[in-house]
Nanobody, 127 residues
Framework: QVQLVESGGGLVQAGGSLRLSCTAT????????VGWFRQAPGTEREVVSG???????NDADFVQDRFAISRDNTENTVTLQMNSLKPEDTAVYYC?????????????????????WGQGTQVTVSS
């Protein structure tokens, strides 16, 4: 079992930045594939970015090089650095993890690949 806790959300003006953290307890997050998802009111949850145990990072098309996902194994954390934020980035952001199976992006961009989820952190971008 692994428990995930997100932090770092908040209110920011358009063009600003936020740094979200996903901290794990119970097991080493380095053993998991990790994804960030988001859900805006009235919409379905969608993938933002993902980082496999090893290999290439993947981003959703809307990221457009504004966000960067990274691992800090000493802190047992995966971070999502978000820059150039837009009002349409407003959502609850979730981190998720899975350890069984492989990482093709076709699999990892789907929320049903993940069996561990955090509680979410609110990101609000004002215009």
């Amino acid at each position: 079992q692994v428990q995930l806790v997100e932090s770092g959300g908040g209110l920011v003006q358009a063009g600003g930045s936020l740094r979200l953290s996903c901290t794990a307890t119970g097991r080493a997050l380095s053993n998991f594939h990790v994804g960030w998802f988001r859900q805006a009111p009235g919409t379905e949850r969608e993938v933002v970015s993902g980082i496999p145990r090893t290999g290439m990072i993947n981003d959703a098309d809307f990221v457009q090089d504004r966000f960067a996902i990274s691992r800090d194994n000493t802190e047992n954390t995966v971070t999502l650095q978000m820059n150039s934020l837009k009002p349409e980035d407003t959502a609850v952001y979730y981190c998720a993890a899975y350890s069984e199976g492989t990482w093709p992006w076709s699999v990892a961009r789907e929320e049903n690949a993940y069996n561990y989820w955090g509680q979410g952190t609110q990101v609000t971008v004002s215009s």
